[in-house]
């Protein structure tokens, strides 16, 4: 394994973003069952996941807002481009 201090700074931005916009992912699709669970279940089975739900919004939140104070404002990475660049998100290094 590698040690940290081998990775250059653009690669600990870039690893930065791709984390944030992961949880970002994550915490969608979290939030998008909630939904879906509050207009289906029973009461109990509904109060159940919401509660599930609901903590695991909460930690995906809370890992979000840790690595978010990595992020270095100037460091020019748009996540979005990245997975739509040559060879499905391998476009070149920024």
Not at 53 to 65: C, E, G, M, P, T
Request: hydrophobic fraction near 35%; charge should be negative; proline fraction near 4%.
């Amino acid at each position: 394994m590698k040690n940290k201090d081998l990775m250059t700074e653009a690669d600990f931005q870039k690893l930065i973003a791709l984390v944030l916009n992961d949880l970002a992912i994550r915490r969608t699709m979290l939030e998008n069952r909630e939904q879906e669970v509050q207009q289906q279940l029973s009461s109990l089975e509904r109060d159940a996941e919401l509660e599930q739900l609901d903590d695991q919004i909460q930690q995906v939140q809370a890992d979000f807002d840790h690595y978010h104070e990595f992020t270095d404002p100037r460091f020019d990475f748009n996540a979005y481009q990245y997975f739509q660049g040559p060879s499905m998100g391998l476009p070149k290094h920024p």
